[in-house]
C-alpha cells in the first residue's frame, strides 16, 4: 500500500541554520505530496504541497520538489527561527484527499 | 472562531465504558475526515464522509467504533468497550470538497482508557 517515510527526529539546530527533512513516499498511482505542520497547542495545518512532477511547494521560507524520479519530497528552509519549533508530517493523497502520513519529524530551533 | 472544533478535549475512562467525541467542522465544508493518532506516530485515515453519506472506512476502524454525521453537519464517533489499546488522540478533519488537498483539522480529541 501507500506509505510515506520520513527522517526521526528530533532535529535540533541554532537559529538561522539551514534545515533539510526528508521524506520519501511508496504510492502506486500518482500522488500529490503535501507537508504539514503542528506547532505546540495547535491542530495539523497545511504548510505546503505539490501536484506533480517537479513542482516546487514553497510557503513561509519553506520550499520541497516533488521528485518522481527519487521519489521524494525533502522539505528545506534556508535560516530557521525559533518560531519554526514544531512537529512537521509529510504526507501523500492519491484520491479524496484521503491523506497518508508519516510519523512525523519534531523540530527544536534554539536561539 | 470559525475553526473545526472538537470535544471533549480530553476524556479519561475505564476499559469497557462507551465513549463519544463531536467534531463541528468548518460550515461551509461537505468533506469531513476522522483519523487516530497515537505517540510517535503519524495519523492514520479512520473514515470519511460526503455530506451525510459515509463513503469510506479503513480497516482500523473496528466493529465497536461507529461514526455518523446526520445531516451532513456536525460528526461523532462512538467507541464502544473501550480497550487501552484505543489510547490516542482522535482528530477531525474538514475541506470544501475540491481536490485542492488541503484538510483542516481541529486540535483533537485525547482518549485515555485506563
Known amino acids: 500500500g501507500d506509505s510515506v517515510t520520513q527522517m526521526e527526529g528530533p532535529v535540533t539546530l541554532s537559529e538561522e541554520a539551514f534545515l533539510t527533512i526528508n521524506c520519501t513516499y511508496t504510492?502506486?498511482?500518482?500522488?500529490?505530496l503535501f507537508w504539514y505542520v503542528q506547532y505546540p497547542g495547535e491542530g495539523l495545518q497545511l504548510l505546503l504541497k505539490?501536484?506533480?512532477?517537479?513542482d516546487k511547494g514553497s510557503n513561509k521560507g519553506f520550499e520541497a520538489t516533488y521528485r518522481k524520479e527519487t521519489t521524494s519530497f525533502h522539505l528545506e528552509k534556508g535560516s530557521v527561527q525559533v518560531s519554526d519549533s514544531a512537529v512537521y508530517f509529510c504526507?501523500?493523497?492519491?484520491?479524496?484527499?484521503?491523506?497518508?502520513f508519516g510519523t512525523g519529524t519534531r523540530l527544536l530551533v534554539s536561539p | 472562531d470559525t475553526g473545526v472544533s472538537q470535544n471533549p478535549r480530553h476524556k479519561i475512562t475505564k476499559r469497557g465504558q462507551n465513549v463519544t467525541f463531536r467534531c463541528d467542522p468548518i460550515?461551509?465544508?461537505?468533506?469531513l475526515y476522522w483519523y487516530r493518532q497515537t505517540l510517535g506516530q503519524g495519523p492514520e485515515f479512520l473514515t470519511y464522509?460526503?455530506?451525510?453519506?459515509?463513503?469510506?472506512k479503513s480497516r482500523l476502524l473496528s466493529d465497536r467504533f461507529s461514526a455518523e454525521r446526520p445531516k451532513g453537519s456536525f460528526s461523532t464517533l462512538e467507541i464502544q468497550r473501550t480497550e487501552q489499546g484505543d489510547s490516542a488522540m482522535y482528530l477531525c478533519?474538514?475541506?470544501?470538497?475540491?481536490?485542492?488537498?488541503?484538510?483542516?483539522f481541529g486540535e483533537g480529541s485525547r482518549l485515555t482508557v485506563l
Open positions: 478533519a474538514s475541506s470544501p470538497g475540491t481536490d485542492t488537498g488541503e484538510l483542516f
Open positions: 460550515s461551509e465544508h461537505n468533506r
Open positions: 464522509f460526503q455530506n451525510e453519506a459515509q463513503l469510506e
Open positions: 504526507a501523500l493523497s492519491t484520491g479524496f484527499q484521503k491523506l497518508v
Open positions: 504510492a502506486t498511482g500518482y500522488p500529490s
Open positions: 505539490a501536484t506533480k512532477a517537479d
